[in-house]
């Protein structure tokens, strides 16, 4: 069994027909996906998504790239039972489409809703560790992970000392950088998560495909080749992590 712990399906250009989708998903052991918004309005599609879809979740976030046009509204939607997380929010400096000092002030305030609603929290962070670290510090209690993690043994030892989960996607699956390999393998199994960022990112041997839950399957696969250990084993190990931190 495992679990997607972030995919964009919900998104109304998702180009695949969603029954099938999510049935291949099923018939790939992958059990509960969770559905992530990046703006206030993909916030609300997948809430309703997973109102829908009883192994859908929702995690409700404006994603840096749009936090310059607004962020408050996504806390009307903390309410909802299939809400396990805010997310995907932080920081990205290498488009900066919206000003950093924005991103600064939207992650501040999303982190404080996560916080007061007790929900765990998905954390995009790109060429920006520097300023993230010290606003992470300012705060207590907080629990999440870094998704698509991609960045150096550093920053990955300072995530895991501050007990944060660790999500890896078809990324890892096909980069030639041998230094972002032995971070992926270095990632502890009780840190691990595994996601698709579905449409984005399909994993090998699927490559120039569109991304989609049951492609977990392969990135599970390839970690479990890497570590030389079972597919079963990798599978339990992040899906008891997926269901610790998102309350699935």
Not at 27 to 45: A, D, L, P, Y
Not at 76 to 100: C, N, Q, W
Not at 212 to 237: C, M, T, W
């Amino acid at each position: 069994m495992l679990i997607d712990t972030h995919c964009h399906i919900h998104e109304p250009d998702y180009p695949l027909d969603i029954t099938q989708t999510l049935q291949r998903a099923n018939n790939n052991s992958v059990s509960q996906i969770i559905c992530v918004g990046t703006s206030i309005t993909s916030s609300k599609q997948a809430v309703e998504f997973a109102s829908l879809h009883d192994e859908a979740y929702a995690s409700i976030g404006v994603h840096p790239h749009d936090s310059q046009y607004g962020y408050t509204d996504i806390e009307s939607l903390v309410g909802s039972s299939k809400v396990v997380a805010v997310g995907e929010i932080g920081l990205d400096y290498f488009y900066t489409h919206s000003p950093r000092e924005i991103q600064i002030q939207a992650l501040q305030w999303q982190i404080d809703l996560a916080l007061s609603n007790n929900l765990p929290i998905i954390f995009h962070v790109r060429q920006a560790f520097d300023d993230f670290w010290p606003i992470f510090d300012n705060f207590h209690g907080v629990r999440g992970e870094l998704h698509s993690f991609t960045d150096n043994q550093t920053n990955l030892d300072k995530a895991l000392a501050r007990g944060l989960l660790v999500g890896v996607n078809g990324i890892s699956t096909f980069t030639r950088d041998e230094s972002q390999k032995s971070v992926f393998n270095a990632i502890p199994l009780d840190s691990l998560l595994f996601e698709t960022d579905a449409p984005f990112l399909t994993p090998a041997p699927f490559r120039g495909k569109v991304n989609e839950p049951a492609f977990v399957k392969n990135v599970a696969e390839y970690h479990a080749s890497a570590r030389g250990i079972s597919l079963d084993q990798i599978a339990k190990a992040t899906t008891a992590n997926a269901r610790a931190l998102f309350a699935l």
